[in-house]
C-alpha cells in the first residue's frame, strides 16, 4: 500500500509539471492557429472531460481505479505525439479531445485508488501530500518552460515536448 502512495505521490510530481502547457499556445501561434482556436479548444477539453466524467467512472468502477488512472496517463501521451505530427487547428482540437478524455479517466479514480492504498487514517495526509506534488511540479514546469522559452525561442518547443 505505501508503495502506491509513493508512485502516485512521484506521479502527480511530474503530471503537475506540464512543461509545455506553459507555452503551447506559443506553440500552435507560430504555426498559425489563432488565439481564438486555441481558446476554443480549451473550452471543448472542459465539455469532454464533463461529458466523459460518468462513461470513464464506470471503467474505474468495473475495472478498478488502479487500471483507469494508468490508462488515464498513458492516453495523456497520445496529445504530445499530436503536438508533433500536426501543429495545426486539427492537431490542436484532436489534442485536446485525447486530453479531456485522459483527465476524465484519472479523475476520481486517483482520489478512490489513494483512498484504497492508503493506511487507516492516512488519506487526508495523503491527499495533501500529493496535491502538494502536483503544485510544486507545476511550479517547476512553468518556470521551466518559461527560461527555456526566453532563452531558446520557438526552439525551446522540441525541449519541452520531449521533457513532456
Avoid at 59 to 87: F, N, T
Avoid at 99 to 127: P, R, V
Avoid at 142 to 159: C, D, E, M, N, P
Wanted: glycine share 12%.
Amino acid at each position: 500500500m505505501k508503495k502506491n502512495i509513493t508512485y502516485i505521490k512521484i506521479s502527480a510530481f511530474f503530471s503537475g509539471m506540464g512543461f509545455f502547457r506553459a507555452v503551447m499556445s506559443l506553440y500552435f501561434v507560430s504555426y498559425g492557429v489563432g488565439l481564438e482556436h486555441i481558446l476554443f479548444s480549451q473550452t471543448l477539453y472542459s465539455i469532454l472531460t464533463l461529458v466523459s466524467e460518468i462513461p470513464t467512472g464506470l471503467i474505474g468502477d468495473k475495472y478498478g481505479h488502479k487500471l483507469s488512472v494508468l490508462l488515464g496517463k498513458i492516453l495523456a501521451i497520445v496529445p504530445y505525439a499530436i503536438y508533433i505530427l500536426m501543429p495545426n487547428i486539427y492537431g490542436l482540437y484532436l489534442s485536446f479531445l485525447f486530453f479531456g478524455i485522459a483527465d476524465a479517466l484519472s479523475s476520481g479514480s486517483d482520489e478512490a485508488f489513494t483512498h484504497a492504498s492508503s493506511e487507516t487514517g492516512q488519506y487526508k495526509k495523503n491527499i495533501a501530500s500529493i496535491m502538494s506534488n502536483e503544485v510544486f511540479g507545476g511550479v517547476i514546469g512553468t518556470s521551466t518552460a518559461g527560461v527555456l522559452y526566453w532563452l531558446l525561442g520557438s526552439k525551446g518547443f522540441v525541449i519541452l515536448l520531449g521533457l513532456n
